[in-house]
Nanobody, 123 residues
Framework: QVQLVESGGGLVDTGGSLRLSCEAS????????MGWFRQVPGKEREFAAS????????YYADAVKGRFTISRNDAENTLYLQMNNVKPEDTAVYYC????????????????WGQGTQVTVSS
């Protein structure tokens, strides 16, 4: 089992940047593919980005492609999401997730979840 704790959320202006972090503890971090998902109140949680074990493959939602970058540092047991050129529609709670399966865009494939960190983009 792995425990996940997100940090780095906050208030940012449109066009600005923010970096989210997700620190993992418990089982070996490098054994998991990881992902970032986001959720707006009243809407379903949606995929943002995922990364395979060892960072060999990365996947992005169309809405964030070219603006967000997912990365991982296995030595520090940490997952990152660099958010550039943010837009008001990026406002959401961002969740870090882990899976022992292959990296996926599907929420149901991920077994472990953090508590989330709020990102608010002002227009």
């Amino acid at each position: 089992q792995v425990q996940l704790v997100e940090s780095g959320g906050g208030l940012v202006d449109t066009g600005g940047s923010l970096r989210l972090s997700c620190e993992a503890s418990g089982q070996t971090f490098s054994s998991y593919a990881m992902g970032w998902f986001r959720q707006v109140p009243g809407k379903e949680r949606e995929f943002a980005a995922s990364i395979s074990r060892f960072g060999l493959s990365k996947y992005y939602a169309d809405a964030v492609k070219g603006r967000f970058t997912i990365s991982r540092n296995d030595a520090e047991n940490t997952l990152y999401l660099q958010m550039n050129n943010v837009k008001p529609e990026d406002t959401a709670v961002y969740y870090c997730a882990a899976t022992r399966q292959r990296a996926s865009r599907s929420l149901s494939e991920f077994e472990y979840w953090g508590q989330g960190t709020q990102v608010t983009v002002s227009s």
